[in-house]
C-alpha cells in the first residue's frame, strides 16, 4: 500500500514538473517579457521542452536496462504523454496564434520548403 501511494506521489510530482515550463511561458507572456517576437519565442520554447520530454520518455528503458531500476518504465507513458501535450500546444500555437488558421499559406509555405 505504501509502495503504491509513493508511486502515485512520484508520478504527480513528475506530471506536474514537467507542466512548469507551460506555466513560466504563460506567465512571461502575461508580464510582456518574451523579447521582440513573442509567438517565434513561445514556439521555440514549446519545441524544446516538446524534444526534452520526449527524449526523457525515450531514455527511460536505457535508464532501466543500465542500472536495473523499475521506476523509470513507471514514467514512461506519463512522460510520453506530456511530450504528445507540448506538441500539440506547440502545433495548435503555429496553426491558430502564428498562421491565424490561413491553411492555404500554410501549405504554400510547406510546399515551397520542400522543393
Known sequence: MARRLSERLGKATVGALALVPLARLGWLFYKDALGANPIAEALNQ????????LLSSLACTPIKILTGWKYPLRLRRLLGLEAFFYACCNFSMYIAVDQSFDFGEIWKTSSSASS
Not at 514549446?46 to 520530454?53: N, S
Open 46 to 53: 514549446l519545441g524544446l521542452w516538446t524534444l526534452i520530454i
